[in-house]
């Protein structure tokens, strides 16, 4: 359903992204893994229409993705759990899910999608009306993925879910992630933490400096030498 | 040492004012907030929709309270053109600061072309009306004032608080970014806001005609007091400017009966001051 | 060519000077008086506000004071009217350092609050002149002041007092443009966290310049009282002055020194169009209108352009200076890792608002070697050399450096001590060449004259490759030339510790692969380096020794192989298994 080819993506005046194809099956999930400054968030924020592409081209769900208004992405079915969750932190639990249902379509099932997520995420229900700034880095992950389901998207992007976050709380927040997948929802997940991406991934890819290293199912991907020198600059 | 009725009375008119205060104040504390333009442009529409109150009023003999509902609409429209029109050129902050002081020269000089340097001053009944209480005198044009800046705050505060619309416009506030990734049409929420801000101004600008004597160079003596209620009582907050306004309302008018009034420009200018150095930077 | 815009001044001055003999027309006489007046008020709010972007909306303020000073003084007490004028100018400029010294020590005054605060104090100043004894509010009569005698008659000595004044006020902008202390401003303009960082002692800087442009500000309005000879608060605090300044300095263009003259002399000229009636107010509907065009249209100003051609040629004479003088500095022996403590953090902590982005680090830093500072997203490197540098104040713990704590000192202090750093996205100075960039941070920096400093400024840049660039504005520049700019400005301030932080990301491999030359070069020149960095080939080639933070605290360091091949460290980079 996605199909990115050869995408080139700018950060300012540098390339951060050089040749990259990747693609989403529908109902799949797939992770991107790869160190520091690989572009793992500018590819994220490009798929979800923040950064626009300066070359190669995004196809989803058979639309070409050129020129299309980056208000417009969450309409056609892409929603982004962005780096570091990036609440409305002013604003309270509550109104940051309202603020996920704002797009017409997802509004008139917005009730029905809040349901979803407090039974996804039960520990928000008591926090429904605190202002999300003060919640703990864990819960304020909960609501941006929750925010992002209540556009009803068709892709999720998750940008580095597990950034800052106690590893108890990370394996919740995987789980969280697998099951909102098993029910249609197709996930393409960014992450650092290489084991437990892909762990819970069926394909991944690997992102070194702007390119695409290495590719393939995911078990194959987690012992393979290229993950060892992209991380850890070891060569055997 | 004055009479505690003087007290009492110039507490009041304090308290009336500073809701005229706030009704102009929240006008430019929205655009600063949610537009992050500091509209210099907002006082020059305030006093031409003051000059246009004097004119329709004393001219054509239309009720001022006609004014209120008419003009409103019109000023809403032409902010959103103005502001569509900037927008097209992508300047730093700063220069729209540079660029509205502009604007309203042009506007101040439109105004003194058309109306002359000559002091004018709106003729009604309304001027003369006033309620008593308790020997406390409520001029019916400065209460009228008061009342409009209380509803309006309050219609601001419902649609912020409860309105879809509203929590869009506090989540373009917070993070343009993310608010666009969730759908959030940013560019033609920002014309809405620019249209609101200036409606707000031609509000402002038909109770200032109903209750002052107008010159064309007074509109520059308003910026200090707007500003400081601005910057007392919080951008983007719908009842911080009507609160902050009172307060200075009050601090000026008491003020004025212990000392000379022409001091009293020094109250909102130096506390705007004080503002600016001890609490910069968005409150 | 400072010299030459210095002659040329002068030289136009006299010639200006001896036009009252030539029996000129009086109408050319008093036009010129108010193109010197104009040009003087425009060009003393330049020198500070142009250069340094503390753009003030308060210059009426300082004029006034210098106009009530002559008014009180000669019209009120009827003392005698030079020592007076030059009182003005010296009330002016003390209020000027008065309300500098408040303001500038609050960080966020910048930009439009800046220019606010700066018209509040006209109307605070205006509201105390009209109240007190001062003025009181019916004026001040000068007419029985005596004009000094200067001229042929009393509009003449006016005349030169102004023209005299101008050509101080033009000569004052043109050593400050060329200045150290002009380039500090500029660079403060264009990014003054990365100026105070680079070394430039950013309160002391503003509050000069502003002194200078107050004084000049306070002595025209000094002339001016006399001039009226009827001085009022309502006209001397209107908002004529500070429109007008600024408006004559963005049309001739801020960074030129000569722009707000420029300004001043189109301005006046159509402002005469519209002298009488009802034309002077479409006159003022006119200059509002320019305004807005300007700012729209050419935000630099009519000599924009040409200030910048100016900068750029002026940089290529400094090279072509250089290498006619044939005597670059000799090349260093090689030098590498020796046992001398350069830098040592004791317990370094760092907290934002709850958060512990520094936890006790403690490690030191040797001569001579090349340290490389890894860890994953978010662990605390950047931070680190963030609070190193002085840029963030450390919330606990020590910094040492040649065994003297350097803990409570201020960046630029930091900076003068020889601790450079580069930036990860490069925070060049926009409006400065090349050259200039370079040779700002080392003559603040190393503490030498712009003279000496271009000197080094050419070496590092040589040393970097950008020697044919040193004309080049940075956004001619493409992202490995502007990175490798940094570099030279970090070098040519000849620092002891120079910290990298990921200069190598969105670089080619072939780019990664000079640059890693390059820095092995400067060690061996005797720098120490400290590096953040992901690209690992590079870590592996260049360090050596590793330390590496996670969540703020250091969880190992040594040896590369030994350290990547840590268990902890292991986990850190991949994650644990669930």
Same mark, same amino acid.
């Given at each position: 359903?996605?199909?990115?080819?050869?995408?080139?993506?700018?950060?300012?005046?540098?390339?951060?992204?050089?040749?990259?194809?990747?693609?989403?099956?529908?109902?799949?999930?797939?992770?991107?893994?790869?160190?520091?400054?690989?572009?793992?968030?500018?590819?994220?924020?490009?798929?979800?229409?923040?950064?626009?592409?300066?070359?190669?081209?995004?196809?989803?769900?058979?639309?070409?993705?050129?020129?299309?208004?980056?208000?417009?992405?969450?309409?056609?079915?892409?929603?982004?759990?962005?780096?570091?969750?990036?609440?409305?932190?002013?604003?309270?639990?509550?109104?940051?899910?309202?603020?996920?249902?704002?797009?017409?379509?997802?509004?008139?099932?917005?009730?029905?999608?809040?349901?979803?997520?407090?039974?996804?995420?039960?520990?928000?229900?008591?926090?429904?009306?605190?202002?999300?700034?003060?919640?703990?880095?864990?819960?304020?992950?909960?609501?941006?993925?929750?925010?992002?389901?209540?556009?009803?998207?068709?892709?999720?992007?998750?940008?580095?879910?597990?950034?800052?976050?106690?590893?108890?709380?990370?394996?919740?927040?995987?789980?969280?992630?697998?099951?909102?997948?098993?029910?249609?929802?197709?996930?393409?997940?960014?992450?650092?933490?290489?084991?437990?991406?892909?762990?819970?991934?069926?394909?991944?890819?690997?992102?070194?400096?702007?390119?695409?290293?290495?590719?393939?199912?995911?078990?194959?991907?987690?012992?393979?030498?290229?993950?060892?020198?992209?991380?850890?600059?070891?060569?055997? | 040492?004055?009479?505690?009725?003087?007290?009492?009375?110039?507490?009041?008119?304090?308290?009336?004012?500073?809701?005229?205060?706030?009704?102009?104040?929240?006008?430019?504390?929205?655009?600063?907030?949610?537009?992050?333009?500091?509209?210099?442009?907002?006082?020059?529409?305030?006093?031409?929709?003051?000059?246009?109150?004097?004119?329709?009023?004393?001219?054509?003999?239309?009720?001022?309270?006609?004014?209120?509902?008419?003009?409103?609409?019109?000023?809403?429209?032409?902010?959103?053109?103005?502001?569509?029109?900037?927008?097209?050129?992508?300047?730093?902050?700063?220069?729209?600061?540079?660029?509205?002081?502009?604007?309203?020269?042009?506007?101040?000089?439109?105004?003194?072309?058309?109306?002359?340097?000559?002091?004018?001053?709106?003729?009604?009944?309304?001027?003369?009306?006033?309620?008593?209480?308790?020997?406390?005198?409520?001029?019916?044009?400065?209460?009228?004032?008061?009342?409009?800046?209380?509803?309006?705050?309050?219609?601001?505060?419902?649609?912020?608080?409860?309105?879809?619309?509203?929590?869009?416009?506090?989540?373009?506030?917070?993070?343009?970014?993310?608010?666009?990734?969730?759908?959030?049409?940013?560019?033609?929420?920002?014309?809405?806001?620019?249209?609101?801000?200036?409606?707000?101004?031609?509000?402002?600008?038909?109770?200032?005609?109903?209750?002052?004597?107008?010159?064309?160079?007074?509109?520059?003596?308003?910026?200090?007091?707007?500003?400081?209620?601005?910057?007392?009582?919080?951008?983007?907050?719908?009842?911080?400017?009507?609160?902050?306004?009172?307060?200075?309302?009050?601090?000026?008018?008491?003020?004025?009966?212990?000392?000379?009034?022409?001091?009293?420009?020094?109250?909102?200018?130096?506390?705007?001051?004080?503002?600016?150095?001890?609490?910069?930077?968005?409150? | 060519?400072?010299?030459?815009?210095?002659?040329?001044?002068?030289?136009?001055?006299?010639?200006?000077?001896?036009?009252?003999?030539?029996?000129?027309?009086?109408?050319?006489?008093?036009?010129?008086?108010?193109?010197?007046?104009?040009?003087?008020?425009?060009?003393?709010?330049?020198?500070?506000?142009?250069?340094?972007?503390?753009?003030?909306?308060?210059?009426?303020?300082?004029?006034?004071?210098?106009?009530?000073?002559?008014?009180?003084?000669?019209?009120?007490?009827? &003392?005698?009217? *030079?020592?007076? #004028? =030059?009182? %003005?100018? !010296?009330? +002016?400029?003390?209020?000027?350092?008065?309300?500098?010294? @408040?303001?500038?020590?609050?960080?966020?005054?910048?930009?439009?609050?800046?220019?606010?605060?700066?018209?509040?104090?006209?109307?605070?100043?205006?509201?105390?002149?009209?109240?007190?004894?001062?003025?009181?509010?019916?004026?001040?009569?000068?007419?029985?002041?005596?004009?000094?005698?200067?001229?042929?008659?009393?509009?003449?000595?006016?005349? &030169?007092?102004? *023209?005299?004044? #101008? =050509?101080? %006020?033009? !000569?004052? +902008?043109?050593?400050?443009?060329?200045?150290?202390?002009? @380039?500090?401003?500029?660079?403060?303009?264009?990014?003054?966290?990365?100026?105070?960082?680079?070394?430039?002692?950013?309160?002391?800087?503003?509050?000069?310049?502003?002194?200078?442009?107050?004084?000049?500000?306070?002595?025209?309005?000094?002339?001016?009282?006399?001039?009226?000879?009827?001085?009022?608060?309502?006209?001397?605090?209107?908002?004529?002055?500070?429109?007008?300044?600024? #408006?004559?300095?963005?049309?001739?263009?801020?960074?030129?020194?000569?722009?707000?003259?420029?300004?001043?002399?189109?301005?006046?000229?159509?402002?005469?169009?519209?002298?009488?009636?009802?034309?002077?107010?479409?006159?003022?509907?006119?200059?509002?209108?320019?305004?807005?065009?300007?700012?729209?249209?050419?935000?630099?100003?009519?000599?924009?352009?040409?200030?910048?051609?100016?900068?750029?040629?002026?940089?290529?004479?400094?090279?072509?200076?250089?290498?006619?003088?044939?005597? #670059?500095?000799?090349?260093?022996?090689?030098?590498?890792?020796?046992?001398?403590?350069?830098?040592?953090?004791?317990?370094?902590?760092?907290?934002?608002?709850?958060?512990?982005?520094?936890?006790?680090?403690?490690?030191?830093?040797?001569?001579?070697?090349?340290?490389?500072?890894?860890?994953?997203?978010?662990?605390?490197?950047?931070?680190?050399?963030?609070?190193?540098?002085?840029?963030?104040?450390?919330?606990?713990?020590?910094?040492?450096?040649?065994?003297?704590?350097?803990?409570?000192?201020?960046?630029?202090?930091?900076?003068?001590?020889?601790?450079?750093?580069?930036?990860?996205?490069?925070?060049?100075?926009?409006?400065?060449?090349?050259?200039?960039?370079?040779?700002?941070?080392?003559?603040?920096?190393?503490?030498?004259?712009?003279?000496?400093?271009?000197?080094?400024?050419?070496?590092?840049?040589?040393?970097?490759?950008?020697?044919?660039?040193?004309?080049?504005?940075?956004?001619?520049?493409?992202?490995?030339?502007?990175?490798?700019?940094?570099?030279?400005?970090?070098?040519?301030?000849?620092?002891?510790?120079?910290?990298?932080?990921?200069?190598?990301?969105?670089?080619?491999?072939?780019?990664?692969?000079?640059?890693?030359?390059?820095?092995?070069?400067?060690?061996?020149?005797?720098?120490?380096?400290?590096?953040?960095?992901?690209?690992?080939?590079?870590?592996?080639?260049?360090?050596?020794?590793?330390?590496?933070?996670?969540?703020?605290?250091?969880?190992?360091?040594?040896?590369?192989?030994?350290?990547?091949?840590?268990?902890?460290?292991?986990?850190?980079?991949?994650?644990?298994?669930?």
């Amino acid at each position: 359903m996605l199909n990115l080819k050869n995408i080139q993506v700018s950060y300012g005046p540098a390339k951060a992204l050089w040749d990259v194809s990747l693609h989403v099956n529908e109902g799949e999930l797939v992770c991107v893994v790869g160190p520091n400054a690989a572009g793992k968030t500018t590819l994220i924020n490009a798929i979800a229409g923040l950064n626009p592409l300066v070359g190669g081209s995004m196809v989803f769900n058979e639309k070409d993705m050129k020129g299309v208004a980056p208000h417009e992405f969450c309409n056609l079915g892409i929603a982004l759990v962005p780096e570091s969750r990036r609440l409305f932190v002013e604003m309270s639990v509550l109104e940051n899910l309202e603020l996920g249902s704002y797009i017409p379509r997802a509004k008139a099932l917005r009730q029905q999608s809040l349901e979803m997520v407090l039974e996804l995420f039960p520990i928000l229900k008591q926090k429904i009306n605190q202002v999300s700034g003060s919640l703990s880095g864990g819960q304020q992950q909960m609501v941006a993925i929750g925010r992002a389901l209540m556009a009803k998207p068709s892709l999720l992007l998750l940008d580095e879910p597990s950034l800052g976050l106690a590893p108890a709380i990370v394996i919740d927040m995987f789980d969280a992630i697998k099951k909102v997948n098993s029910e249609g929802i197709s996930v393409l997940l960014v992450e650092q933490n290489v084991s437990m991406a892909l762990e819970i991934a069926s394909r991944g890819y690997v992102l070194e400096e702007g390119r695409v290293v290495a590719e393939g199912a995911a078990n194959d991907l987690l012992n393979s030498p290229e993950i060892q020198k992209a991380y850890l600059g070891i060569h055997d | 040492m004055p009479s505690l009725n003087l007290l009492i009375q110039s507490a009041v008119s304090g308290v009336l004012l500073g809701g005229l205060y706030g009704l102009i104040g929240l006008g430019l504390g929205l655009s600063w907030g949610f537009l992050g333009q500091i509209n210099l442009s907002h006082f020059a529409f305030v006093f031409l929709s003051a000059y246009l109150s004097f004119e329709f009023v004393n001219k054509l003999g239309i009720d001022p309270l006609v004014c209120l509902i008419i003009f409103p609409p019109i000023f809403f429209f032409i902010g959103i053109f103005l502001h569509w029109l900037i927008r097209r050129f992508r300047i730093t902050p700063f220069n729209s600061l540079l660029l509205t002081f502009g604007l309203t020269v042009i506007i101040e000089s439109f105004i003194q072309w058309i109306w002359t340097a000559d002091f004018v001053k709106l003729q009604t009944t309304y001027g003369d009306k006033k309620a008593s209480i308790a020997g406390i005198y409520l001029p019916f044009t400065e209460s009228m004032a008061f009342i409009i800046a209380v509803l309006v705050a309050v219609l601001v505060h419902l649609v912020m608080k409860y309105t879809d619309l509203g929590k869009a416009v506090r989540a373009i506030s917070q993070d343009p970014k993310m608010a666009t990734a969730f759908g959030i049409p940013q560019a033609k929420i920002s014309l809405g806001i620019a249209g609101l801000c200036t409606a707000l101004a031609a509000l402002g600008g038909v109770c200032v005609a109903m209750i002052y004597t107008l010159n064309p160079s007074q509109m520059y003596s308003w910026i200090g007091v707007i500003f400081a209620v601005v910057m007392l009582g919080g951008l983007g907050n719908p009842f911080g400017p009507l609160i902050a306004g009172v307060v200075i309302g009050v601090s000026e008018a008491v003020t004025m009966v212990f000392v000379n009034p022409s001091w009293a420009p020094i109250v909102s200018f130096s506390l705007l001051i004080a503002l600016l150095l001890f609490r910069p930077g968005k409150l | 060519m400072k010299q030459s815009n210095y002659a040329l001044v002068i030289i136009a001055g006299i010639l200006l000077a001896a036009l009252p003999w030539l029996n000129i027309p009086a109408f050319w006489q008093s036009f010129l008086y108010i193109v010197f007046y104009w040009g003087v008020l425009a060009v003393s709010w330049n020198l500070f506000s142009g250069v340094s972007g503390y753009f003030s909306f308060g210059h009426g303020a300082f004029f006034g004071i210098g106009m009530y000073t002559v008014a009180y003084f000669c019209g009120h007490l009827e &003392l005698p009217f *030079l020592p007076i #004028l =030059i009182l %003005s100018g !010296l009330l +002016a400029g003390f209020f000027g350092l008065l309300i500098g010294a @408040l303001v500038f020590r609050v960080k966020n005054v910048r930009g439009e609050l800046f220019a606010l605060l700066t018209l509040a104090v006209t109307f605070v100043i205006a509201t105390i002149v009209l109240n007190t004894p001062i003025d009181g509010g019916p004026g001040v009569y000068l007419n029985s002041v005596a004009i000094p005698k200067l001229g042929p008659n009393a509009a003449a000595s006016f005349y &030169l007092m102004m *023209l005299l004044l #101008l =050509i101080v %006020s033009l !000569l004052s +902008a043109i050593w400050i443009y060329a200045s150290k202390l002009g @380039l500090g401003l500029s660079a403060i303009h264009d990014d003054e966290d990365a100026a105070e960082v680079m070394g430039v002692p950013t309160y002391r800087s503003k509050l000069i310049g502003l002194f200078i442009s107050t004084y000049l500000a306070g002595m025209a309005g000094g002339i001016q009282a006399l001039f009226v000879s009827y001085v009022t608060a309502n006209e001397t605090f209107s908002i004529t002055v500070p429109l007008f300044v600024v #408006l004559m300095s963005v049309l001739g263009g801020t960074r030129h020194w000569a722009g707000p003259l420029l300004g001043a002399i189109v301005i006046t000229g159509i402002q005469y169009f519209f002298t009488v009636g009802d034309s002077a107010l479409f006159g003022k509907m006119i200059l509002g209108f320019i305004l807005i065009v300007v700012i729209l249209f050419i935000p630099n100003g009519l000599l924009g352009n040409f200030a910048r051609s100016r900068a750029k040629k002026s940089s290529l004479q400094i090279v072509q200076d250089i290498l006619k003088k044939n005597d #670059l500095p000799q090349e260093k022996k090689a030098v590498s890792k020796t046992d001398q403590v350069l830098l040592q953090t004791k317990d370094l902590s760092k907290s934002f608002s709850g958060i512990k982005a520094l936890q006790n680090v403690s490690l030191e830093i040797y001569q001579g070697e090349i340290l490389g500072l890894l860890g994953p997203n978010g662990s605390g490197k950047s931070t680190f050399i963030n609070v190193i540098s002085g840029h963030y104040a450390a919330t606990g713990g020590q910094k040492l450096f040649e065994g003297n704590d350097i803990t409570a000192l201020s960046a630029h202090q930091i900076a003068a001590k020889g601790i450079t750093r580069t930036y990860q996205t490069p925070r060049p100075f926009n409006e400065l060449t090349v050259m200039d960039n370079t040779r700002l941070v080392a003559s603040y920096a190393g503490n030498v004259s712009l003279d000496e400093a271009s000197e080094l400024a050419y070496a590092a840049l040589k040393q970097v490759g950008l020697e044919d660039k040193a004309d080049s504005l940075p956004s001619d520049l493409n992202l490995h030339q502007r990175k490798f700019l940094e570099f030279a400005r970090a070098l040519a301030a000849k620092p002891k510790l120079l910290m990298l932080d990921e200069v190598l990301s969105g670089l080619t491999p072939s780019e990664i692969n000079s640059s890693v030359e390059l820095i092995q070069k400067i060690r061996s020149q005797g720098t120490t380096i400290l590096f953040v960095e992901h690209v690992m080939s590079a870590v592996m080639a260049l360090a050596d020794r590793i330390v590496v933070l996670n969540h703020g605290q250091m969880i190992a360091k040594g040896l590369p192989a030994d350290v990547m091949r840590d268990p902890e460290v292991m986990a850190a980079y991949l994650g644990k298994k669930a």
